[in-house]
């Protein structure tokens, strides 16, 4: 069964705190992504990642960064939180598209983040 | 990638086919349409997708009209399960940009 993994469901922090929000892929995907969904925006893309060590921006980057050391593993990082960033962040991951037309996005549970 | 017009909502009752539409007017030829589901609190889930021809699988039926700038998901028989929200996405299948937009979707409620 295949699986994306978010390390937390529910998270709060402080205003000022520096965040990692975690995420792990089981099925060998090239690609991963962090989405926040705010109610009335839907899902907007943060950061993309093709490959171990690239990263592409997504729609929304700014007050975020991202790393991705291995292959499984993408991570969100809020250098310094703030109120505005109180959301749902959802992770996904796919294969690359030069697999084939069937790219379908698997996501994980995501984490519901608070800033205080 | 194209963008997508979806209505917020829609109310189906149980046993009944759901009919989702989905415009997607700027739609270029090598774009694909992908529809996914989000059920409250949980991650969104792949539904089906199709480039030009109907496709069916075990959860839905995709129409693609002729001209490729609408799209209908069809629910056969909806369920109480199936209450979500409903999102329709156009993506490039050799965009190296390999991204989704998604908009705000379809809230459908299947009523007992």
């Known amino acids: 069964d295949v699986k994306v993994t978010q390390s937390s469901r529910y998270l709060v922090k402080r205003t000022g705190e520096k965040v990692f929000l975690e995420c792990v892929q089981d099925?060998?995907?090239?690609?991963m992504f962090w989405y926040r969904q705010d109610p009335g925006l839907g899902l907007r893309l943060i950061y993309f990642s093709y490959d171990v060590k690239m990263k592409e921006k997504g729609d929304i980057p700014e007050g975020y960064s991202v790393s991705r050391e291995k292959k499984e593993r993408f991570s969100l990082i809020l250098e310094s939180a703030s109120t505005n960033q109180t959301s749902m962040y959802l992770c996904a991951s796919s294969f690359n598209v030069q697999r084939g037309d069937y790219n379908e996005q698997f996501f994980g549970p995501g984490t519901r983040l608070t800033v205080l | 990638d194209a963008k997508t017009t979806q209505p917020p909502s829609m109310d189906c009752a149980e046993g009944r086919a759901a009919n989702l539409p989905c415009n997607h007017s700027?739609?270029?030829?090598?774009?694909?349409v992908y529809w996914y589901r989000q059920i409250h609190s949980q991650g969104p889930q792949y539904i089906i997708h199709g480039l030009k021809n109907n496709e069916t699988n075990e959860m839905a039926s995709l129409i693609i009209t002729e001209d490729r700038k609408s799209s209908t998901l069809i629910l056969p028989h909806a369920t109480l399960r199936d209450t979500a929200v409903y999102y329709c996405i156009v993506r490039g299948a050799t965009s190296g940009t390999y991204k989704y937009i998604f908009g705000t979707g379809t809230r459908l409620k299947v009523l007992a």
């Open positions: 700027t739609i270029s030829g090598n774009e694909y």
């Open positions: 099925m060998d995907h090239e690609n």
